[in-house]
């Protein structure tokens, strides 16, 4: 009962045997435990998984959005009839993909 409801034990009569003291501290010592990495994960270490999270998704968002800038760009310089690289890429996939 110390390690479920550590204060139990110290209503009756056997609050008095050192091993049932023992067993309430450690009951106790793990209850303060679970509350203090508790504390930690939700106050401290989730946050940052949260705003790293947020983060990568934000940049992920911002790729998406730039390659489908770039696909409206090499859709219309080619239903013009242009051959200009596409920024950033252009000169490099023409380096690379030659065939």
Not at 56 to 78: E, H, P, R, T
Not at 81 to 88: A, H, S
């Amino acid at each position: 009962m110390a390690y479920l409801i550590f204060f139990l034990p110290l209503l009756t009569e056997a609050k008095k045997d050192p091993f049932v003291k023992y067993h309430v501290r450690q009951g106790l010592g793990l209850l303060i435990t679970f509350f203090a990495l508790r504390f930690i994960t939700l106050f401290l270490i989730a946050p940052l998984f949260y705003l790293v999270g947020f983060l990568f998704m934000s940049i992920l968002y911002a790729i998406n959005l730039f390659l489908l800038a770039l696909l409206v760009l090499g859709i219309m310089n080619a239903a013009k009839g242009e051959e200009k690289p596409l920024p950033l890429i252009g000169k490099w996939a023409d380096k690379l993909l030659k065939f």
